[in-house]
């Protein structure tokens, strides 16, 4: 068996394409490796948050990954700020990292702007994210291909300590989720679903009701040709709607394609909101019975001792292999 650990931040509420792309492979892995899902809460501070909201979402992505299906007696489920040795190990790999190999990662370039007074959280934070890896002696990564450069620098600090301390780190891969899985926009087809895009029928958030499902489904854009075919290149739009369809569906885009030969859109939307809302009222429905609940505090305090246990051994290690306390 392998050990897979992944981590998301508690920014905001998941949409399908987080669904898609992420929550439902780490849900099939978990039948087959060890896994450990963190919810990085304190990735989260490298931006300003409110409290308040903060451990509200770190709740609610707790009860969501539950609903969905990742199960607390296989996986280990926690909150990162919860076991220390994150914040530990961080400082021992922040020694072991040069300022211009973090100068270089794409995330932070982005995100600080290239202001001069951009936040040094900003610049840690693919260190934090190594720490959270390398902890557990992780051996697979599920994550986006935008976090390829991050594994990258994991993998080489990992490397770098045991050339220079002695084999103290598994060297961890990453597994980067499925390109087809990739959800568009639903208003503009050729960018990605993604929770920071102000119009709110460009997504559908896992906890949407039906009406608004139905709203932003109806609304999307498609073209005027009025031929439903899968063709990414020349209709984006209509592609999405099939590639959605059959994700939630596990019918073959073709098979699609078939039934609705000589359809209008129309049809082709109306029946991806009943599919959708059909998907989706299940994972609402344990969501609200998970989030108010004692169980699911219990299943996190739970996940944080168990970690524990992984995170103390390989401190131990660390600590003896860099020479560190008494
Ligand atoms: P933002 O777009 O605001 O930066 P996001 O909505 O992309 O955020 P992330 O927190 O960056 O969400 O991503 C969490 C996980 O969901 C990642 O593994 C990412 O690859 C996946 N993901 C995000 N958006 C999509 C999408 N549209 N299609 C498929 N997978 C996605
Ligand atoms: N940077 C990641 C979130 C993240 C992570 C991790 C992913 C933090 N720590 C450890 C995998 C392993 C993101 O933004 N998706």
Redesign the pocket.
Known sequence: MKRV?????PTGNLHLGNYLGALKQFVELQNEDECVY?I?DM?SITVPQDPKELKAHTLDIAALYLAVGLDPKKSIVFV?STVPQHAELSWVLTCNSYTGELSRMT?YKQKSHGQESAPTGLFM?PV??AA??LLYDTDI????N??KQ?IELTRDLAIRVNNKYGKTFVVPDGRFLKAGARVMSLDDPTSKMSKSNPNEKSRISLLDPPNKIKKAIMSATTDSDGVIAFDVENKPGVSNLLSIYSALSGKPVEDICAEYEGHGYGDLKKALVEITVDALTPIQQRYNEIRPSQELVDILKDGTERASVIAEATMKRVKENFGLGL
Do not use: A
């Open positions: 650990f992944s981590g998301v931040q963190c990085v990735h990162q995330q934070y934090l994210m959270d890896i990564v599920p994550v986006g935008d976090q991050h």
